[in-house]
């Protein structure tokens, strides 16, 4: 999971969620448009898409999230 960082006139980052397929090769799977980044709002679309791939996919487990040093998204994570 990444974000861009001040790359727009309005100040909003662009979050994307990538996944890695069976040739463990990371492919793009969400992609999310924010006007604030905290760990609160950040939160909410994790658990949002987390509940949609259960459902969608009961079998399916996270193993792993990789993120940079971007405090909001490790507590969001957490």
């Known amino acids: 999971m990444d974000s861009t960082f ?4 309005y100040g ?4 994307t969620l ?12 969400a992609w999310v448009v924010m006007s604030r980044n ?5 939160q909410v679309w994790l658990e949002s ?3 949609r791939c ?6 399916w487990r ?3 999230f990789m993120v940079d040093d971007a405090m909001a998204e ?3 994570l957490r």
């Open 62 to 64: 996270v193993n792993a």
């Open 12 to 15: 909003y980052q662009l979050y």
């Open 54 to 59: 259960f459902r969608t996919r009961p079998d």
């Open 74 to 76: 490790i507590i969001a």
């Open 38 to 42: 905290t760990s609160q709002d950040i």
């Open 49 to 51: 898409l987390m509940l």
């Open 18 to 29: 990538a996944v890695f397929d069976e040739q463990q090769s990371g492919v793009p799977v």
């Open 6 to 9: 001040n790359t727009n006139k």
